[in-house]
């Protein structure tokens, strides 16, 4: 099964994303964990990504494209995967496709998180006290959300026009939530 979680910053994507990966036994791939791990390890992919992974701004589609199209080669992605923050442009989603019909597949369901603004910015700000991430700060956090909105809520139209969209309200406690999303991909919940 191929899943594709799309929502603003903060909403709780990569959570309940984790969650949802050990219920449908498929792996999780973050560009955003991929990203931060080769910026650890101060690859030349990591040196690149620096400076936009710190700024809130979106790395080149070319660059993220080819992150995602290698690691959709590795055998574990074969019977499925979770793509968490990507595609996040039209550019990225037209790719995606393309990518996965030259295997002979297709995105089976795209899940959206919704949650208000004021309630995104606070838990960004307590994510940034629990866990120093360098793209927390007050403004970086600004502008993570512009980009959203600019350049990746439009993809919810994209999926909603070939219904594969279900949109989950991101609001209340991690398991309330995870119990909305099991229930848009047709699995009990476990646990
Ligand atoms: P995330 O952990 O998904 O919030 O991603 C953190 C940062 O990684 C973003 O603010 C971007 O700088 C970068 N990033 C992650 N995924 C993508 C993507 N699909 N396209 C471009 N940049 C991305």
Redesign the pocket.
């Known amino acids: 099964m191929i899943v594709v979680f799309l929502g603003p910053?903060g909403v709780g994507?990569?959570t309940q994303a984790r969650r949802l990966c050990q219920l449908l036994a498929v792996p999780h791939l973050?560009?955003?964990?991929?990203?931060?791990q080769a910026r650890g390890a101060g690859t030349p992919l990591g040196r690149h990504?620096a400076e936009?992974?710190d700024?809130?701004?979106?790395?080149?589609?070319e660059?993220?494209v080819s992150v995602?199209q290698q690691r959709l080669r590795q055998p574990d992605c074969r019977t499925g995967c979770l793509l968490?923050?990507?595609?996040?442009?039209l550019v990225?989603a037209q790719a995606l496709e393309e990518m996965l019909a030259a295997e002979g597949h297709c995105i089976d369901r795209v899940l959206e998180l919704t949650l208000a603004e004021e309630q995104l910015v606070s838990r960004m700000l307590q994510r940034a006290q629990r866990e120093n991430r360098a793209?927390d700060t007050p403004d970086?956090i600004q502008r993570?959300l512009d980009?959203y909105r600019e350049q990746t809520a439009p993809l919810v139209a994209r999926y909603a026009a070939n219904s594969l969209l279900r949109t989950v309200d991101g609001g209340g406690t991690p398991d309330e939530v995870f119990a909305r999303i099991t229930a848009c991909v047709g699995k009990g919940s476990v646990g």
């Open positions: 910053p994507k990569g973050s560009t955003g964990d991929m990203l931060r990504v936009f992974l700024q809130g701004r979106l790395v080149p589609d660059v993220v995602v968490d923050g990507f595609p996040r442009t990225q793209d970086t993570r980009v």
